[in-house]
């Protein structure tokens, strides 16, 4: 079983809809969560830090359930710019063990 | 404020032969993490450095080594090139014990003929 699994994708959807990603992570002792965005041929690139009480950054929503070890993306009113790949990212106190899920790949269409 | 810079961009080796690719942190970051991206998949860790010492690997061969410099910088080498390193290798940077998130370079797309 891997570390940190992710839906494995794509998503193909229209410009407007809501989108969900899930990640699942093995490691109880985990302690800091993120997400990351990854345009094609690029470098990733933080889209938010994920809490224990859910954090919303506009249109993206993040949510953590510590007991069932799952962390989970939500895009409302999807843009065209949004496609791109979505890496869920676990790590350890001070960054050690820092894993990368796959990722998941959205397009966004209009 | 200058981010994770890395060198070369892009780079273009034989089997067999060494390569030498190179990290500078952002500013006020003092760990180093390497990670190599197949295409399709994602970061897979290397390694990372802190005061100068490899201080946490994952499960890559001895071919991959590194080193940490007092400024911070950061080399990663790789010896006796296989096909099956050619992959986009980024360098990320952070402060150690934080929780704080990474901060990615460009990445050196490396290809192996």
């Known amino acids: 079983?891997?570390?940190?699994?992710?839906?494995?994708?794509?998503?193909?959807?229209?410009?407007?809809?809501?989108?969900?990603?899930?990640?699942?992570y093995s490691n109880s002792a985990s302690q800091s969560f993120f997400w990351y965005r990854q345009d094609c041929r690029k470098e990733p690139k933080l889209l938010m830090s994920v809490y224990s009480s859910g954090n919303e950054d506009g249109r993206f929503t993040a949510q953590l359930n510590r007991a069932s070890q799952y962390i989970s993306l939500?895009?409302?009113?999807?843009?065209?710019?949004?496609?791109?790949?979505?890496?869920?990212?676990?790590?350890?106190?001070?960054?050690?063990?820092?894993?990368?899920?796959?990722?998941?790949?959205?397009?966004?269409?209009? | 404020d200058a981010g994770v810079t890395q060198s070369p961009t892009h780079l273009i080796k034989t089997r067999g032969q060494q390569?030498?690719?190179?990290?500078?942190?952002?500013?006020?970051?003092?760990?180093v993490s390497w990670y190599q991206q197949a295409l399709g998949q994602g970061p897979q860790f290397i390694f990372q450095y802190y005061e100068e010492e490899e201080r946490q690997r994952g499960n890559?061969?001895?071919?991959?080594?590194?080193?940490?410099?007092?400024?911070?910088?950061?080399?990663?080498?790789?010896?006796?090139?296989?096909?099956?390193?050619?992959?986009?290798?980024?360098?990320?940077?952070?402060?150690?014990?934080?929780?704080?998130?990474?901060?990615?370079?460009d990445g050196t797309r490396l290809s192996i003929l």
Request: with cysteine.
């Open chain 2, 60 to 105: 890559f061969p001895d071919r991959f080594s590194g080193h940490q410099f007092p400024n911070y910088s950061s080399e990663l080498n790789v010896n006796a090139l296989l096909l099956g390193d050619s992959a986009l290798y980024l360098c990320a940077s952070s402060l150690a014990n934080s929780n704080q998130p990474q901060h990615f370079g």
């Open chain 2, 19 to 31: 390569v030498t690719l190179r990290c500078s942190p952002k500013s006020g970051h003092d760990t």
């Open chain 1, 74 to 110: 939500l895009i409302r009113d999807s843009k065209l710019s949004d496609s791109a790949t979505y890496l869920c990212v676990v790590s350890q106190v001070g960054g050690f063990k820092t894993i990368f899920g796959a990722g998941t790949r959205l397009f966004v269409k209009a």
């Open chain 1, 1 to 24: 079983r891997k570390e940190v699994e992710q839906d494995p994708g794509p998503f193909n959807v229209p410009e407007g809809a809501t989108v969900a990603f899930n990640c699942t």
